[in-house]
């Protein structure tokens, strides 16, 4: 089956310009990648000697050949991982490279993975016509003028094909650095004064707009928390002009974040763009690394979280809304059958994603299927998507999926839970209908 990719991060600039290319083997492997940066960190290798741009001033490894030798000499620390299953697929599917990667390797491989990156085939549109992909969304910042986007639209073989995600979390989060120039920026981009509640309200609602013009099917919210509830009467004009005076405090955020994830679903219901919800990461643990290096850097940590009260506001207010859908994932995997499957069971709005982050692995995705699936039944996931900011491991990760559900449906056919000709038509609805219908693509 073609391959569908509703939620990502590769950039939009790889597709959007038809002579982009690749970078080096280490930009494309290693230097982007926090699944890969954040095992070698963990065993001692300095992000500086990995290449990772600081923002600090502080120097970094700028020779690639080098960064990828220090990768290939502890290629080893990524056995039984996801990450390390995706790599060799890659050299090996995408790259043709059979050689076992480690230090008397590194030159050798990096040399041909030099060599195959400046040929025509694999420029990224010609690898996304290999890798068969109908459509992917990329996610974008709610002030990004989406420039390349734009380009893409006004090609009529690719328009349809690489679509926007609304993520306003820049603007929502109060306590992300650099919000008020954040709000600054949104009245520029939107023609809206931001800088009162309701002109705020009004430009993230032109905001959402201009992203559905250009094919957004999707916004994007991550969120420490699943808490939903409205603020009363006047209460988020108050906190927003605190905030505006830099005067908010960290309950203030909490609260605002909160009230704004329920008001994302009131604009979801009026412009039916499907709400997604990352829930219950820890950003930036490593308060060393996040001031040296910045976000995204592997510092992000799974925390506790609840579902059932916290999503009461939201799912009273818009959970029986024939026009509103909501896309949950999380990374606390005690809450799949004890909240998740049951609610996703029940509300006609609500959908439950793939397993996400640390848990796009096979044993993560067999204790997702064994533990949702009974309550919620398939029909009320939202089948899979890579999230990926690697763009050559799209193909390894879904095909990890799909073997791995295969597998599962399998054994219930072997257990006679399922009647064989079922299990084939879920297979195929795990991995593209499902997707394919949750998104509205």
């Known amino acids: 089956m073609p391959l569908v990719c509703p939620h990502g991060h590769v950039p939009p600039e790889l597709l959007g310009d038809p002579k982009a290319r690749l970078a080096s083997p280490a930009e494309l492997f290693i230097i982007p990648d926090h699944y890969v940066t954040r095992m070698l960190y963990s065993q001692g290798v300095p992000l500086e000697d990995l290449g990772v741009p600081s923002i600090d001033g502080s120097e970094v490894e700028t020779d690639h050949r080098k960064v990828w030798r220090r990768f290939a000499e502890r290629f080893h620390l990524f056995r039984g991982t996801p990450t390390g299953l995706w790599i060799k697929d890659e050299l090996i599917t995408v790259f043709g490279i059979t050689e076992r990667l480690d230090a008397q390797s590194a030159n050798r491989i990096y040399d041909q993975l030099e060599a195959q990156l400046t040929k025509e085939e694999f420029t990224p549109r010609a690898l996304f016509e290999r890798f068969n992909i109908e459509v992917l969304c990329t996610t974008d910042a709610a002030t990004d003028e989406l420039s390349h986007h734009r380009a893409l639209a006004e090609d009529d073989e690719w328009g349809a094909r690489v679509r926007p995600t609304f993520r306003p979390?820049?603007?929502?989060?109060?306590?992300?650095?650099?919000?008020?120039?954040?709000?600054?920026?949104?009245?520029?981009?939107?023609?809206?004064?931001?800088?009162?509640?309701?002109?705020?309200?009004?430009?993230?609602?032109?905001?959402?707009?201009?992203?559905?013009?250009?094919?957004?099917?999707?916004?994007?919210?991550?969120?420490?928390?699943?808490?939903?509830?409205?603020?009363?009467?006047?209460?988020?004009?108050?906190?927003?002009?605190?905030?505006?005076?830099?005067?908010?405090?960290?309950?203030?955020?909490d609260r605002f974040t909160a009230h704004m994830l329920n008001e994302m679903a009131r604009m979801s219901c009026e412009d039916g763009m499907v709400m997604q919800m990352h829930i219950g990461s820890y950003r930036n643990h490593n308060v060393r690394v996040h001031e040296r290096f910045g976000l995204d850097k592997g510092a992000d940590i799974p925390v506790a979280t609840e579902w059932t009260r916290a999503l009461a506001p939201i799912l009273n207010d818009y959970g029986n809304e024939p026009g509103f859908h909501l896309i949950l994932m999380t990374l606390d995997e005690s809450t799949y059958g004890r909240e998740l499957a049951p609610l996703a069971g029940h509300y006609p709005a609500l959908r439950l994603g793939p397993p996400w982050w640390f848990y796009d692995s096979p044993n993560g995705m067999r204790r997702f299927l064994d533990q949702v699936m009974e309550t919620a039944g398939i029909y009320n996931t939202a089948g899979f998507n890579d999230d990926t900011r690697a763009f050559a491991s799209i193909p390894v990760r879904h095909d990890m999926w799909r073997r791995v559900t295969c597998n599962w449906l399998a054994g219930g056919v072997v257990e006679g839970v399922l009647e064989e000709e079922e299990a084939a038509e879920m297979a195929h609805e795990l991995a593209y209908a499902l997707a394919k219908k949750a998104y509205k693509l």
């Open 169 to 253: 979390d820049a603007v929502i989060n109060l306590q992300t650095p650099g919000w008020r120039e954040n709000i600054d920026r949104l009245s520029a981009v939107s023609g809206v004064d931001a800088t009162t509640y309701s002109g705020y309200i009004q430009a993230l609602e032109e905001r959402r707009s201009f992203f559905k013009g250009l094919g957004a099917t999707a916004t994007d919210h991550a969120a420490l928390t699943a808490d939903t509830a409205r603020l009363p009467g006047r209460e988020a004009e108050a906190i927003f002009a605190r905030a505006l005076k830099g005067e908010a405090s960290s309950q203030d955020a």
